[in-house]
């Protein structure tokens, strides 16, 4: 069940470390190690050891398991879970968000682009009150024109279907309370559009503008066609507008249609007739376009339904290394590994 309770009186509970910070890595073996010595730094001197980093392997291709595996070594804060194979983006921090102990919970990206030094100001606001604080771009450095244009249409797409209020220019990389995990964990969905679910869940939610840097290492893991995909997932997710548009041109081509009988039914009566194929033509290619674009729609939510109702579990998990929960202090006697082994 859902705790309804109030994350923010629960920050210096007993069960897990202060912070779990949680990060999705696909193909990132050569920024890891600076991954972890920027976020060290930027979160001893605000948690002191009172944090773990959970690593999640998004079955990478190159050595970002191995470089997890010996990070977590050197440093028992590090947990790493590795799944079984690549499930994306959203799944893998879904995957990471469910070993997460921590009473905060604060997720970015592998590659730097989101400044982790940005723990202390997000904090202050969690602590003014909010349950989530997002990081907002104010600027993406490093970035193409034709991303940053595609990424803008997009956000202001999700704007206008949507009616939850996900914010614009805002990547998953934020800082939330236990009680908001706990509501996104309660939802089962296998299309996960994580900020949009943080969104939808409420409470007291505040932007913190910031500039995006450039990727420290690696290239982008979103080409263009997991773009479009990601964007398809975030408006089926959220919305039914694209059925209720698709409705709309089933009524405009109907009404269409009967202005075209009317006006060839009288011409027949009149005994002029026309005897051309072109208006027959367009009127098949447009209302067999239409029609197919209609069943587009909504195979696109049937599809997604299926999908569903198989219920599969989201995301296989290989092998997790690491002491889950633990805080740094406690474990540096423990220094062994639990290794564990899940087979879905
Ligand atoms: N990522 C992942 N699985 C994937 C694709 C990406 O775990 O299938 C991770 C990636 O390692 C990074 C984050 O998701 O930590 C965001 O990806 P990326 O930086 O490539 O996206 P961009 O910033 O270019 O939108
Ligand atoms: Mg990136």
Known sequence: MVDQGSGRDMIAAPSGPALSVVVPCYNEAEGLGELHRRLVAAIEPVFGDDFEIVLVNDGSRDATWPGMVALSDSDPRVLCVNLARNHGHQLALTAGLAQAAGELIFILDADLQDPPELIGPMLELIRAGNDVVYGQRRKRDGETAFKRATASAFYRLLDR???????????????????????????????????????????????????RDARFAGVTKYPLHKMVSFAIDAITSFSVAPLRIASWMGVCAGLGAMLMLAYVLGAWVMGHAISGWTSTLAIILVLGSTQLMILGIMGEYLGRMYMEAKRRPLYIIDEVHGVRGARGNAVHQLHDTIRERVHG
């Open 161 to 211: 279907l949507v009616d939850v209020d996900i914010p614009r220019d805002a990547g998953d990389f934020r800082l939330m309370t236990r009680r908001v995990l706990n509501v996104l964990q309660a939802m089962p969905e296998r299309y996960r559009f994580v900020r949009g679910m943080v969104s939808w869940v409420g409470f007291k939610q505040a932007p913190l503008p910031y500039d």
